[in-house]
């Protein structure tokens, strides 16, 4: 039985302190289990102070870096030194400011000739990446893995209930297969192409994170609370429901 919870907090600062406890949390349990956790980074601009309180101190000396990978849920077709780069956001807000080693950093490369090639690399990568791990879940000890188990994915929601980037009216919505997908140009902001981890990737995780501000926001989340079959059809955040555990921290100022 999936478990959601959704906790309310009046600003960022005490909604990313929240998130900054929940996910050291993760990656010690997560650790003391199998010996290495596994951590998907939002892009967007919300999480750029939960990003600066995990390489702070307090949490930043508690944190097991060593053990700790670092992987994107969604990346725009730029450069990763771009400003619109989520990559470069977690560089320079986190990665770039804590003891990680460089092979624990999965990034989802843009240097390839074309963005489908890239999608197709990062597959690969993550394909690979799972296979070599130990697995504990013993539904999953195979020489296949249908879908990895991230112990930790954090995601923001755009004011049009997408996520990562998974679009309304998007057909990748309908992926069964594929764990990474090629968003063709013309959706988000700036409207280039993209580069995401599909629906089942998402609903396979251990641990699922929203970090969402303001009223709009809030009320989206309420429908997907009390309207769930309405919310489904409106808003991709919402096909969001993973194998563990789902938490909205929603804060209330914008
Ligand atoms: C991105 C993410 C996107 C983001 C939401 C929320 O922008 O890279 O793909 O899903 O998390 O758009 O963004 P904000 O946190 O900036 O509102």
Redesign the pocket.
């Known amino acids: 039985m999936q478990k959601t919870e959704v906790q309310y907090f009046p600003d960022l600062e005490q909604g990313s302190i929240a998130a900054a406890d929940q996910i050291l949390q993760l990656a010690r349990t997560a650790i003391l289990e199998k010996g290495f956790f596994t951590f998907v980074l ?6 750029k102070l939960l990003y600066k309180y995990l390489s702070q101190l307090p949490i930043a000396n508690q944190m097991p870096w060593q053990q700790c990978h670092f992987f994107w ?2 990346e ?1 077709w730029v450069s990763s030194s771009h400003p619109d780069s ?1 990559f470069n956001m977690a560089y320079e807000t986190l990665l770039a400011k804590v003891q990680i080693p460089p092979q624990n950093i999965h990034q989802i490369s843009t240097g390839h000739v074309d963005a489908a090639s890239g999608a197709e690399m990062y597959e690969k990568h993550l394909r690979d990446f799972f296979h070599s791990m130990p697995q504990t879940d013993a539904d999953r000890v195979s020489e296949y893995i249908s879908y990895p188990d991230f112990d930790m994915i954090l ?4 004011a049009d209930g ?4 998974l679009f309304p009216g998007s057909p990748i919505l309908e992926e069964k297969n594929n764990w990474v997908s090629l968003v063709g140009e013309g959706t ?1 902001s700036p409207p280039v192409q993209r580069i995401t981890l599909t629906l089942p990737v998402l609903n396979h995780a251990r641990n699922v994170i929203f970090l969402v501000t303001g009223p709009d926001k809030k009320k989206i989340v309420q429908t997907i609370q009390h309207e769930p079959e309405k919310a489904q059809k409106m808003y991709p955040a919402a096909r969001v429901k993973p194998t563990g555990k789902l938490t909205w921290i929603v804060v209330e100022k914008q």
């Open positions: 939002a892009g967007g601009q919300t999480p849920s969604d725009r989520n995601l923001g929601m755009g997408h996520t990562a980037s988000g």
